[in-house]
T-cell receptor, first 111, second 114 residues
């Protein structure tokens, strides 16, 4: 089925390690987004991409890196994980004339 | 700057009660979209509705209804005859027509008790 797949669903990592969260869409939607969800903050935009090789910062980009070499993939990398990056991460695409579709989320714990 | 405010952090009701979730937004844009999403305990985000800024008609979908008022910058969501399955966190969101970034409110947790 077409959709958005995030992997892994759950991840525990240690402080200082690099970790990459994957996001894959089976459509060819141009726009893709990464959000983090934290209690009391709702969902906050980390990075977004308007097309392959075009990315831009959102509200909370510090400590994160993204790339978009292919339209269907939008990985999010934490270069040196910190405990404050413990969160639930959602990837999304924008479907024209419809709206945003979200992946199932990745629950990341940094210990 | 764009902002979405959901002042109600948590609401508890008994089954069959009607409940309204408030959403107030701020934007300088004349063209924008408003959204509601549901996040059940399983964690996924479920799309409920999208409304563009030029369409102020209220919408009804089964037990759900939405009241969009540009004069008060509000986009409130009412659930009629609530059910236990309505228990979830509900998010209101605003998107910028030009950049397509989606700005979320902090969410309202609705608990419906039997």
């Amino acid at each position: 089925d077409a959709g958005i797949t995030q992997s892994p669903r759950y991840k525990i990592t240690e402080t200082g390690r690099q970790v990459t969260l994957m996001c894959h869409q089976t459509w060819s939607h141009s726009y893709m987004f990464w959000y983090r969800q934290d209690l009391g903050h709702g969902l906050r935009l980390i990075y977004y991409s308007a097309a392959a090789d075009i990315t831009d910062k959102g509200e909370v980009p510090d400590g994160y890196v993204v790339s978009r070499s292919k339209t269907e993939n939008f990985p999010l990398t934490l270069e040196s994980a910190t405990r404050s990056q413990t969160s639930v991460y959602f990837c999304a695409t924008l479907r024209e004339n419809y709206g945003y579709t979200f992946g199932s989320g990745t629950r990341l714990t940094v210990v | 700057a764009q902002k979405v405010t959901q002042a109600q952090t948590e609401i508890s009701v008994v089954e069959k009660e009607d409940v309204t979730l408030d959403c107030v937004y701020e934007t300088r844009d004349t063209t924008y979209y408003l959204f509601w999403y549901k996040q059940p305990p399983s964690g996924e985000l479920v799309f409920l509705i999208r409304r563009n800024s030029f369409d102020e008609q209220n919408e009804i979908s089964g037990r759900y209804s939405w009241n969009f008022q540009k004069s008060t910058s509000s986009f409130n969501f009412t659930i009629t005859a609530s059910q236990v399955v309505d228990s979830a966190v509900y998010f209101c969101a605003l998107s910028d027509y030009n950049t397509d970034k989606l700005i979320f409110g902090t969410g309202t947790r609705l608990q419906v008790f039997p």
